[in-house]
């Protein structure tokens, strides 16, 4: 049998997740009458000790829709040079919301609260309003490289000081909350919102889901019809993202102790 690593979205679902996904109960989500999605939702809301969520096809989405929210043309988003929003989104940044971006070189992928904090523009004519800082976790382009929870908290007082939205492109963040033993709803309260990806390392066949408070959340699905995400009977695959939440996390253990004898590859 041929093992393929180039990415951890390769991956087919299990027997009893596809079965979940032929057992799911539908309706029209776009109505919001589809109980499968609105049953994930809740539960990543839950676990991450946040109000709402919303599915989202791809975390491409999900981040997009997230800083489309936040910001508008002639407000700045400040991540890290190899950031997935700024470096693999297409220049979605700019096309979508019309913002510019400040990128600031971190370590593996990972910025600190003073590099925030020298990246504020001044309020002044000349330079783009700072709004939202973007920090992702575990880190695509730094290898899988992980924050401290502290690092994060540090951030997030920054971002309140001085006023600014903080996102989470947590596509992985299950397997840094693993590595790093911090708990979702630790995460949670360090962000306004966070993606969170169903198809990577838990090993649903698609879906991302957005999460943040209620008023947020409404903006998002607003933005999300806009881009054409709004799906239909999407339960089906919904049920493979809430069977992911269920019974897929604890495995990124194993897959970690794998990870243990990896070879080097260029990781996407
Ligand atoms: C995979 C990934 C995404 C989203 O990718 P999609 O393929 O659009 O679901 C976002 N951020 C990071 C860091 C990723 O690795």
Do not use: W
């Not at 539960?43 to 791809?58: D, Q, V, W």
């Not at 933005?223 to 919904?238: L, S």
Request: glycine content about 10%; overall charge positive; aromatic content about 6%.
């Amino acid at each position: 049998m041929m093992i393929d690593l180039r990415s951890d979205t390769v991956t087919k679902p299990t027997p009893q997740m596809l079965e979940a996904m032929l057992n799911a109960k539908v309706g029209d989500d776009v109505f919001e009458e589809d109980p499968t999605v609105i049953q994930l939702e809740e539960t990543a809301a839950k676990m991450f000790g946040k109000e709402a969520g919303l599915y989202c096809p791809s975390g491409t989405m999900t981040n997009q829709i997230a800083i489309k929210a936040v910001t508008e043309s002639g407000t700045e988003v400040i991540c890290e040079k190899g950031s997935h929003v700024y470096y693999y989104e297409g220049g979605g940044i700019m096309s979508n919301s019309g913002a510019s971006v400040k990128l600031i070189e971190g370590n593996r992928g990972r910025i600190t609260a003073d590099d925030v904090i020298k990246n504020i523009n001044a309020d002044n004519v000349h330079f783009p309003e700072s709004r939202l800082v973007v920090l992702e976790n575990t880190a695509n382009r730094g290898g899988g490289s992980c924050y401290n929870l502290e690092d994060m908290q540090s951030i997030a007082a920054a971002c309140k000081t001085h006023n600014l939205f903080l996102h989470l492109d947590g596509a992985r963040i299950f397997n840094a909350s693993i590595a790093k033993n911090y708990s979702p709803s630790d995460i949670g309260k360090c962000f306004n919102s966070i993606s969170v990806c169903l198809s990577k390392g838990l090993g649903a066949p698609v879906g991302s889901v957005l999460l943040g408070d209620k008023g947020l959340i409404k903006k998002a699905r607003r933005i999300r019809k806009v881009f054409g995400g709004g799906m239909r009977q999407a339960g089906y695959i919904a049920a493979a993202g809430l069977y992911a939440l269920n019974n897929h996390i604890n495995r990124l253990v194993d897959d970690h102790k794998k990870q243990t004898h990896r070879i080097n590859f260029k990781i996407m």
